[in-house]
């Protein structure tokens, strides 16, 4: 059974930093692409960030770019998103998610999502 666990939520003052874990068992991470997403309270879900496979090529949504760094552990197989300089608007539940396509067949696994809450 495939499961990706994301940790590491909370409440943060605004111009804190968090780290957010993403944990997988049942699958091997670094054969997928990873991303970060996330949704805020009457908002559509967003990217927030993405690695590749292969060459651990990086992408960050404009909002995150500068303050936000998404690395992957593949010997703990896990991924992280280190958030700094955060603000209230990067208030959401945050998800990763597991995705790559094999022989035509699309895979793709998600978290339950963590909490992050910025205020003061």
């Known amino acids: 059974q495939v499961q990706l666990v994301e940790s590491g939520g909370g409440l943060v003052q605004p111009g804190g930093s968090l780290r957010l874990s993403c944990k997988a068992s049942?699958?091997?991470?670094?054969?997928?692409?990873i991303a970060w997403f996330r949704q805020a309270p009457g908002k559509e879900r967003e990217g927030v960030s993405c690695i590749s496979v292969n060459y651990g090529s990086s992408y960050y949504a404009d909002s995150v770019k500068g303050r936000f760094t998404i690395s992957r552990d593949n010997a703990k197989n896990t991924v992280y998103l280190q958030m700094n300089s955060l603000k209230p608007d990067d208030t959401a539940v945050y998800y990763c998610?597991?995705?790559?396509?094999?022989?035509?067949?699309?895979?793709?696994?998600w978290g339950q999502g963590t909490q992050v809450t910025v205020s003061s």
């Open positions: 049942g699958i091997t991470l670094d054969r997928y692409s």
């Open positions: 998610n597991a995705d790559r396509t094999t022989n035509f067949i699309r895979y793709t696994y």
